[in-house]
């Protein structure tokens, strides 16, 4: 199991609203359809700074993949669920954990795709430096795949 980058976001805007859409208007069908960080009509915007504010949502986006090869046989990849779930740790100290996510591949040509998107309340955490980690896992092969990135949580 392998993922892709992931996108961290405390922001989502609507596809219509007029300071998003500026010189969009035509593009915006073919964005909502093609481009995997819009969902339900809202943009994800990625957070290049990785800051976050004390009560307020983050949001985490990525796709797990699994390419269909065994052994040099071509096969379809696989169709068994897997889990998926983001943690959050001050030091050593698990501090947020969302419940795991059961996830199904969906075959596209040889490769296998799960998009993933999360929702964390940052409620109750304190200001301070943190790690983000998504940890997938596929149960029938005993495999895990993680992503850590430090995160900074602020008072606002």
């Known amino acids: 199991m392998s993922i892709s980058s992931v996108v961290l976001s405390s922001q989502r805007i609507n596809l219509g609203d007029a300071f998003f859409n500026v010189g969009k208007t035509k593009n915006r069908d073919l964005e909502a359809a093609f481009n995997p960080l819009v969902q339900d009509g809202k943009k994800l915007i990625p957070s290049v700074m990785c800051v976050f504010g004390v009560g307020r949502e983050m949001f985490v986006y990525l796709q797990a993949y699994q390419q269909a090869q065994q ?7 696989s169709s068994r669920p897997f889990f998926a779930f983001v943690s959050l740790y001050r030091g050593d100290a698990k501090v947020l954990e969302t419940p795991p996510m059961a996830v199904a591949l ?3 040509g040889l490769v296998g795709i799960a998009p993933l998107s999360f929702h964390l ?15 997938v896992l596929d149960v029938s092969t005993a495999k895990t795949t993680f992503w850590r990135a430090p995160i900074v949580i602020i008072q606002q």
């Open 121 to 135: 309340e940052l409620n109750g955490l304190s200001s301070g430096e943190y790690d983000c980690q998504i940890t």
């Open 106 to 108: 969906t075959a596209s």
């Open 71 to 77: 052994d040099g046989q071509t096969k379809s990849p």
